[in-house]
């Protein structure tokens, strides 16, 4: 997601510009009302203020009030006042209005908003500290257990604030309640004046704080295995639950034995606190406009990609929930992954008690990125908080983006328009063309929490050249950081675990091989062969690194060991530049790398597959380590075209040599190359050789003058014939 910026605009007493949204929406009622009276002539009803005096923000640093209106007031139309006198902004979220507090942490405020008249609308409360020295606090920690065998949580708040007397809703999960108490008299005293039912099971501690003591008591629950949730009536029932797992649950304390608690304690003497499980209200959603896009999420994918534009959803409940704490947990997910003060616009319109339709729209300055809609913070009609498990946390991730098209272009003539191939779904970049020509591999980036150390991890989808047809294989595929064909049915891919081979066809994983040191691989031509650079570790770092060749199962029928040296970089980096050349009448042909020695500058060096000969290539000092794909050998004679360290402070230099002789062929600044899997490409006969965004005629090097011709995006590859270019860009006319 994108994350939210230092506010552009910090004004005490006034608004900041956001256009209203568009659409009116009723709404519904809600647990926390905020309204001074009947809105003035020309205002939207005031619907809902939130956080209420009564309730603490969900986080210590929470510094926001939400206020929702029947429809979206008018850009303008409203102020807001803040005491204690403190900056903020004011932004236009649809039907969702925001004040962002420069709040002091544990400063309790007051922000009331006002029309542009100056009338009292409705009072919301950011920091409000608890009112006593007496606190205590509910919460309930859910697991959820999938069938690969990972474990997800959620820690979820009860109720704060929590007065004698009253009854908390929870659910199968393990129930905590926290109190906080003045330190008055000895621990022995609370002990004796503190009682627990069930006793059995429960787990209790007090701990001195300075001048409190901290109670704490757990009750034991069950975890979930995907859907139905637990019942706790029928897990209470059944004989299989955990000591301790009751349907209701009491805390008592006897201010007779403990006086400390006196104040807070009923007519009887007695701070009592009743916990009742029951069963949470389960949710699904479905875009009304897309129908693939929906929750449940199909199995590895975890974020689903729309165009831009309002998108409507259908959020479904198993049981009636409370309107109001549903619309602002949509929006307290949602409102703050966007640059201040350009929100994104809401609208609601529900249907019944356990269905809501609302429609979103992305920023106007910002129309494409990430917003995660989730529902945490949500309660049914009972105060019990909803559980939500898309995939591991974060909410539903839906991604807005520009779609682009595939297209080609004519080699003879690179001055001509790209005829368009296919149009590429929502959020699918990053593509490769197979080696038969026949599919187009397109990558679309997996959610935040699914990407593992420096690597942006990837759901793959496949283009079939010769049906037309997209096919989504996110939900069959395990997300991985980058991949390359190996023919026109398999790919290779490197995930956290190592690298892995898998049919398109099917999206199954027929081989997989623990090399989690691997730096770079590269496939053979011919598709038989893979070559992979392995770090040799050492406590903090590699120290080296050594050339394996494997065939398709995986057996290693060629290694040599140390071939090159490394740096920190690699430790995190892992693409060092590898490329396999085919040999000529049988022979395997030969391995190029880019060298880190122990002592000068880099170099390329070339590796006989059959021999293990290695050559240092000259002309090559200085080759880029670091980008992966800045490495292309080809030709006759051959060709090396690299990236090269520029002067200081200037810009890298592509470059190309003879391989045979060291001699340099070309040398020129490229100031804006971006790494991909398509950097660097030759065509299949050698005549042309793709250089980011534009395209080296190879023969006019010799003649004395390079032509150089300017593509209209990024590459995704070569026809096998060499006739066809394929890339990929926003077409005209959309």
């Not at 990236?643 to 490229?670: I, N, Q, Y």
Request: a negative charge; aromatic letters at 10%; hydrophobic letters at 40%.
């Amino acid at each position: 997601m994108l994350a939210i910026t230092v506010f552009s605009a910090l004004l005490t007493g006034c608004g900041v510009t956001q256009t209203a949204g568009e659409r009116p929406t009723p709404g519904g009622e809600d647990s926390t009302p905020g309204g001074e009276g009947p809105a003035p002539t020309g205002t939207p009803a005031l619907l809902w203020a939130w956080p209420s005096d009564r309730e603490l923000a969900v986080s210590a640093w929470d510094r926001v009030a939400y206020f929702r209106f029947e429809s979206p007031p008018e850009y303008g139309s409203l102020q807001a006042e803040v005491s204690p006198e403190a900056p903020f902004n004011l932004g236009y979220a649809g039907e969702i209005v925001v004040v962002s507090v420069e709040a002091t942490p544990g400063v309790p405020y007051e922000v009331t908003l006002k029309t542009a008249d100056g009338i009292p609308l409705g009072r919301a409360y950011v920091h409000l500290p608890p009112k006593s020295g007496i606190y205590a606090e509910a919460i309930e920690r859910r697991e959820c257990r999938y069938a690969d065998g990972r474990t997800v949580g959620d820690e979820l708040t009860l109720k704060p604030n929590i007065r004698d007397g009253d009854t908390i809703t929870a659910s199968f999960g393990q129930v905590v309640l926290y109190i906080r108490v003045p330190a008055v008299t000895g621990e022995k005293e609370l002990w004796d004046a503190l009682e627990v039912e069930p006793p059995e099971g429960a787990e209790v501690f007090i701990a001195p704080d300075g001048q409190v003591y901290r109670v704490t008591i757990m009750w034991p629950g069950v975890e979930a295995s995907g859907r139905p949730l637990p019942d706790p009536v029928q897990v209470s029932s059944s004989g299989e639950a955990p000591p301790g797992f009751a349907v209701t649950m009491r805390v008592r304390i006897d201010s007779k034995k403990f006086p400390a608690i006196g104040d807070v304690s009923g007519d009887d003497g007695i701070f009592e606190v009743v916990v009742k499980r029951t069963r949470c209200a389960e949710l699904s959603i479905q875009s009304l406009d897309e129908p693939r896009v929906r929750l449940p999420l199909e199995g590895f994918r975890s974020v689903h990609s729309v165009k831009t534009g309002p998108h409507r959803f259908l959020l479904t409940f198993s049981k009636p929930v409370d309107r109001g704490s549903v619309e602002r947990s949509l929006a307290i997910g949602g409102v703050p992954a966007w640059s201040w003060p350009d929100l994104p616009r809401w609208s609601f319109q529900w249907v019944g008690e356990d269905a809501l339709e609302f429609v979103v729209s992305m920023p106007l300055s910002t129309p494409v990125g990430e917003l995660g809609i989730n529902p945490i913070g949500g309660r049914d009609k009972e105060g019990l908080p909803l559980s939500f498990w898309p995939d591991t946390q974060g909410g539903f991730v839906v991604r807005f983006a520009e779609p682009l098209v595939l297209a080609r272009m004519v080699v003879d003539d690179f001055s001509t328009e790209p005829e368009k191939v296919t149009d590429i779904p929502p959020g699918v970049t990053n593509l490769l063309l197979s080696p038969d020509g026949n599919s187009v591999l397109g990558l679309e980036e997996a959610t935040v929490w699914v990407s593992e150390d420096y690597y942006k991890y990837h759901h793959p989808w496949v283009f079939s050249l010769q049906t037309g047809t997209w096919t989504d294989l996110g939900p069959v595929v395990r997300p991985f950081a980058d991949a390359r064909w190996l023919d026109g049915r398999h790919l290779i891919v490197r995930r956290q675990d190592g690298l892995a081979v898998i049919d398109v066809s099917s999206g199954e994983t027929v081989g997989e091989w623990p090399y989690t040191q691997s730096l770079a691989y590269c496939p053979s031509p011919d598709g038989t062969r893979i070559a992979v650079l392995l770090g040799i570790p050492s406590p903090y770092e590699w120290v080296g690194a050594t050339l394996v060749i494997l065939d398709r199962q995986g057996n290693q029928v060629r290694r040599l060991e140390c071939i090159t040296g490394t740096d920190r970089r690699d430790s995190f980096l892992q693409d060092v530049p590898l490329v396999w050349k085919a040999g000529r009448d049988g022979n395997e042909g030969d391995v190029f790398l880019v060298d880190y020695p122990a002592e000068g500058d880099t170099r390329v060096l070339q590796a006989n597959v059959e021999s293990g000969e290695v050559f240092v290539v000259d002309g090559t000092q200085g080759a880029s380590r670091w980008g992966g794909t800045f490495l292309a050998v080809f030709g006759e004679e051959p060709y090396v075209a690299f990236l090269s360290k520029g002067p200081e402070e200037g810009p890298p230099v592509f470059k190309l040599v003879r391989a045979d002789t060291g001699a340099e062929v070309l040398s020129r600044p490229v100031p804006d190359l971006v790494p991909g899997p398509t950097a660097l490409l030759p065509s299949p006969d050698g005549r042309f050789v793709v250089v980011g965004r534009e395209v080296l005629d190879v023969s006019s090097v010799g003649a004395g003058e390079a032509r150089w011709f300017e593509l209209p995006g990024p590459v995704a590859g070569w026809s096998c014939d060499g006739k066809w270019l394929y890339l990929y860009r926003q077409f005209e006319g959309r």
